[in-house]
């Protein structure tokens, strides 16, 4: 088993900067991808960044310029970097990682619990 633990979620205003974290714990040979989803109320949930093991980074086109997704793969943690927020912005914002378990193992999804970020106008 896996578990991810997000944290540094807050209220922040319009304009302003918030880093999110997830820690990655359990059983782990590697972890393909990890990244963040988000899901405002009334909508469905959608991609925001992902980062590769191999340092190959995606993002949703709402949020290019402004974020940043970095890992630091020695700690199984990946980091939102999160500038110029919006109030579109708001959001439950949802870690996840594709991870196996041993060498051979097959790729497996896990997700956080979810961290709110806010942005007041």
């Known amino acids: 088993q896996v578990q991810l633990a997000e944290s540094g979620g807050g209220l922040v205003q319009f304009g302003g900067s918030l880093r999110l974290s997830c820690a990655a714990s359990?059983?782990?040979?590697?972890?393909?991808?990890m990244g963040w989803h988000r899901q405002a109320p009334g909508n469905p949930r959608e991609l925001v960044a992902t980062a590769t093991s191999g340092g190959i980074t995606n993002y949703a086109e709402s949020v290019k310029g402004r974020f940043t997704i970095s890992r630091d793969n020695a700690k199984n943690t990946v980091y939102l970097q999160m500038n110029s927020l919006k109030p579109e912005d708001t959001a439950v914002y949802y870690c996840?990682?594709?991870?196996?378990?041993?060498?051979?193992?097959?790729?497996?999804?896990?997700w956080g619990q979810g961290t709110q970020v806010t942005v007041s106008s």
């Open positions: 359990g059983t782990i040979f590697s972890i393909n991808y």
């Open positions: 996840y990682a594709g991870v196996t378990g041993t060498r051979f193992g097959p790729v497996r999804s896990y």
